[in-house]
């Protein structure tokens, strides 16, 4: 049913932005949390950050606290990563993925393909 599709990987210099985006075109995304995993050669896949169904709760790994802001339009279907910041080691492939209820407490659903994310300067 659900088939996340993310959008705006891309190559940056250390300290620039980027911003993620997640979206379904079949499907609506209200009614699940959405979160953000990474994961960068021979590491474990990390979760990010995740948002909760409303947009009115959302948390963050320690390693990104500060720099980066999960945000959601549910009117647009879209929920949105927004990195600044970057570091050289946030490189990673970032994914998206559909929780199975609208709490970031219940478990993934369904995962996008991911798109990469690369600092370098």
């Known amino acids: 049913q659900l088939q996340p599709v993310e959008s705006g990987g891309g190559l940056v210099q250390p300290g620039g932005s980027l911003r993620l985006s997640c979206e379904d075109s079949?499907?609506?995304?209200?009614?699940?949390?959405i979160a953000w995993f990474r994961q960068a050669p021979g590491k474990e896949r990390e979760r990010v950050s995740c948002?909760?169904?409303?947009?009115?709760?959302?948390n963050y790994a320690d390693s990104v606290k500060g720099r980066f802001t999960i945000s959601r339009d549910n009117f647009k279907n879209t929920v949105y990563l927004q990195m600044n910041s970057l570091k050289f080691e946030d490189t990673a492939v970032y994914y998206c993925a559909a929780f199975t209820g609208p709490q970031c407490s219940d478990s993934v659903r369904s995962w996008g393909r991911g798109t990469q994310v690369t600092v370098s300067s």
């Open positions: 948002i909760d169904s409303t947009g009115g709760s959302a």
């Open positions: 079949g499907f609506p995304l209200d009614p699940y949390a």
